[in-house]
């Protein structure tokens, strides 16, 4: 009797703006995740209780769609072996402390680019266990 | 009856380390103290297992609380690792999110904050049995 085991993996992506979304979108997708897309705090909590995921990249300035950091804390209780990323302006001792108290596993430069943050994602944490199947996207 | 969870507070300033352990006592610890790097890293080469470590970045030298961060984060079980310092740069907190410390607390330490954090980590840990995995 064979097992299914899941080999595709699942991104987070949560940002207010519409073209940064798009740009991570694709970096992700190019590399076989399937993503889902939240511009705001409500729907990205939302897609916590759909959806099981293994990274979760969260801008910290949501704009008027909330704070960032409390959500990197959530997905962290929720998923504790997911790789959370934020995208924060600045690396202050402040920044640095909201992230290790949410738990995050990364910062990333707000203005870096998205592919970068992919790349540097999977060097640190994924390796060379990058998703083999089919990506999928998800729009909320 | 439930065994006490074990805390370890590391910090070369006596009064802060007796004031720390009287908290943890009264919230149900049971807490040892070691008062320099080289006695926590005594304890935590030694055997002893810790549910929770709080440990001072400056003593003996500076940010040599990175050390027993280190040293306890390499334990299995993996206990909860609790920084705080009076002295946070943007070097040593990068250092410590890399080694994933679980909580950075800025002095003077507002205690109440300190215990909601603590209960928080140990918690969590209970549930999605982080303790029982390495680094």
């Not at chain 1, 992506?13 to 076989?32: E, R």
């Not at chain 1, 889902?36 to 959806?51: E, K, N, S, Y």
């Not at chain 1, 266990?129 to 990506?135: D, G, N, Q, V």
Request: aromatic share 6%.
């Amino acid at each position: 009797m064979s097992e299914t085991v899941k080999t595709t993996k699942t991104a987070l992506i949560v940002h207010s703006d519409m073209s940064a979304l798009s740009a991570f979108q694709s970096a992700f997708v190019g590399k076989g995740y399937v993503t889902i897309l939240a511009r705001d705090l409500p729907t990205a909590l939302l897609a916590l209780t759909q959806h099981f995921f293994d990274v979760a990249i969260i801008s910290s300035r949501l704009g008027e769609g909330g704070d960032g950091w409390p959500l990197a804390g959530v997905v962290h209780l929720i998923f504790p072996r997911a790789f959370v990323g934020v995208l924060a302006p600045e690396t202050s001792v402040l920044t640095l402390q909201a992230a290790i108290n949410n738990g995050v596993t990364q910062i990333f430069d707000a203005a870096g680019n998205a592919e970068q943050v992919v790349n540097a994602l999977s060097a640190a944490q994924l390796g060379s266990e990058l998703a083999s199947t089919e990506p999928g996207t998800s729009i909320h | 009856m439930a065994q006490k969870p074990s805390l370890l507070i590391v910090d070369d300033e006596a009064n802060v380390a007796l004031t720390l352990r009287m908290v943890f006592e009264r919230e149900g610890f049971a807490v040892q103290t070691a008062n320099s790097c080289a006695s926590a890293l005594k304890l935590l080469e030694n055997g002893n297992l810790f549910d929770a470590v709080i440990t001072d970045l400056n003593m003996e030298k500076e940010n040599i609380g990175l050390e027993v961060a280190r040293a306890a984060l390499q334990l299995c079980p993996r206990p909860a690792v609790v920084l705080c310092t009076g002295y946070a740069s943007v070097d040593n907190s990068a250092a410590a999110l890399e080694m994933k410390v679980d909580y950075l607390a800025t002095k003077p330490v507002d205690l109440d904050d300190l215990k909601r954090a603590v209960s928080r980590l140990m918690a969590w840990r209970r549930q999605s049995g982080r303790g029982n995995e390495q680094q």
